[in-house]
């Protein structure tokens, strides 16, 4: 009986052991795949182009009204009908693929509804499991009508987690545009993350693209998309270095209009919208960084994020509940002392077809 027993220990021992062997080696080709695929941008590289056929000829012009419409799109899988892991949901994407084109429909119905000579647009995917591995760039370049630059800000062969995990992901930032330019590049920023976190988490940059003035000038545009879910340093240093980058190139005697995203309440926005303890919460951004005569071109009567902690659609048709919503101001602008802002205004879209609401500047470029 006591040989009987030893051998069943040991039996159960060897299996045992042997699960723990697979999942270990399992573990070790999948961080051996990912390191080898990781995404590794250059500080500075080429974006894509798309539809350069739809530029005019018609350059930028100095004291003309320009409107400038910019929106964190989430990936079409933010909508008013989902929630995210990361922010205390549950979903890691959209039930199914029919959600992610209704969020796109709608996005591009909002798009048309407010005609802008730029559009900034942020989380954009181009071919990601979350989203169905619907392009949306094409999808949103077709149906604006207008070239597009862009560039990935996060790009996975394969992103193991949470269960069901992320997977593939393709995603960027992108401008759309009639207006020709002369130069469009991925800028980097800092990253804040370690191997092997780093091999699948965001390589955070500046969409950087260049339209040509008459006086020889011209007007610089830097698209971002900043840290969400860092312990602070990395936003810290990438907001440092887009101001580093915006305020050199108006020293060399450029127009400067960065906008996006920067995932940190700005500077004298207003405390309509407080913030709960155990949820996420952005940064706060130095109000102390930017040079004199720089501004700051943001609009707190309407919040610009929403959290993904549960799908907002109750919220849609029970005033109660999106009234106790937390919710953030941190979508807006940088804009350079030789640009005149004539109106900002963050567009009440209620979170129907993204996390975020889409912001509208209106600027002339001093003469």
Same mark, same amino acid.
């Given at each position: 009986m006591k040989t009987f027993l030893v051998r069943s220990i040991l039996l159960i021992l060897k299996v045992v052991g042997g699960i723990i062997a697979v999942a270990a080696v399992s573990f070790g080709i999948l961080l051996l795949f990912i390191t080898i695929t990781e995404y590794r941008p250059q500080d500075k590289e080429p974006a894509e182009i798309i539809g350069e056929a739809a530029l005019t000829k018609e350059s930028v012009e100095l004291a003309k009204p320009i409107d400038i419409v910019s929106w964190n799109i989430g990936y079409c899988g933010l909508g008013a009908g989902q929630d995210f892991f990361m922010d205390g949901g549950t979903m890691v994407r959209p039930s199914d693929?029919? !959600?992610?084109?209704?969020? $796109?429909?709608?996005?591009?119905?909002? +798009?048309?509804? @407010?005609?802008?000579?730029?559009?900034? *647009?942020?989380e954009m995917d181009k071919s990601s499991k979350r989203s169905y591995y619907i392009d949306q760039t094409a999808a949103l370049a077709e149906a604006l009508g207008t070239a597009l630059t862009y560039t990935y800000n996060f790009k996975a062969s394969y992103v193991p987690y949470p269960i069901p995990p992320i997977g593939k992901v393709a995603s960027g930032v992108g401008l759309f545009t009639r207006?020709?330019?002369?130069?469009?590049?991925?800028?980097?920023?800092?990253?804040?993350?370690?191997?092997?976190?780093?091999?699948?988490?965001?390589?955070?940059?500046?969409?950087?693209?260049?339209?040509?003035? !008459?006086?020889?000038?011209? $007007?610089?545009?830097?698209?971002?998309? +900043?840290?969400? @879910?860092?312990?602070?340093?990395?936003? *810290?240093?990438?907001?440092?270095?887009?101001?580093?980058?915006?305020?050199?190139?108006?020293?060399?005697?450029?127009?400067?209009i960065a906008?996006?995203?920067?995932?940190?309440?700005?500077?004298?926005?207003?405390?309509?919208?407080p913030l709960y303890d155990g949820l996420w919460a952005p940064g706060v951004m130095d109000g102390g960084l930017l040079p004199e005569g720089w501004h700051f071109a943001v609009d707190d009567r309407v919040p610009s994020c929403r959290l993904n902690n549960a799908p907002y659609r109750a919220a849609l048709s029970d005033e109660n509940i999106r009234k106790k919503w937390p919710y953030y101001v941190i979508d807006g602008f940088i804009v350079s002392p030789n640009i005149s802002i004539m109106s900002v205004e963050t567009l009440d879209e209620s979170f129907r077809y993204a996390d975020h609401n889409p912001v509208k500047l209106r600027v002339t470029l001093n003469p």
């Open positions: 693929k029919k !959600e992610v084109e209704e969020n $796109l429909a709608g996005v591009i119905e909002t +798009l048309k509804r @407010y005609p802008s000579d730029f559009y900034f *647009i942020q207006y020709p330019f002369t130069d469009a590049y991925r800028f980097a920023l800092p990253v804040p993350f370690k191997w092997p976190v780093s091999t699948v988490n965001l390589k955070r940059c500046m969409l950087i693209t260049r339209f040509p003035l !008459e006086s020889g000038r011209e $007007l610089v545009t830097a698209v971002l998309h +900043l840290e969400a @879910y860092d312990e602070g340093e990395g936003k *810290i240093a990438q907001t440092k270095a887009v101001v580093d980058f915006i305020r050199a190139e108006y020293e060399a005697g450029n127009y400067v906008g996006g995203d920067f995932n940190q309440i700005f500077p004298g926005s207003r405390s309509l919208y």
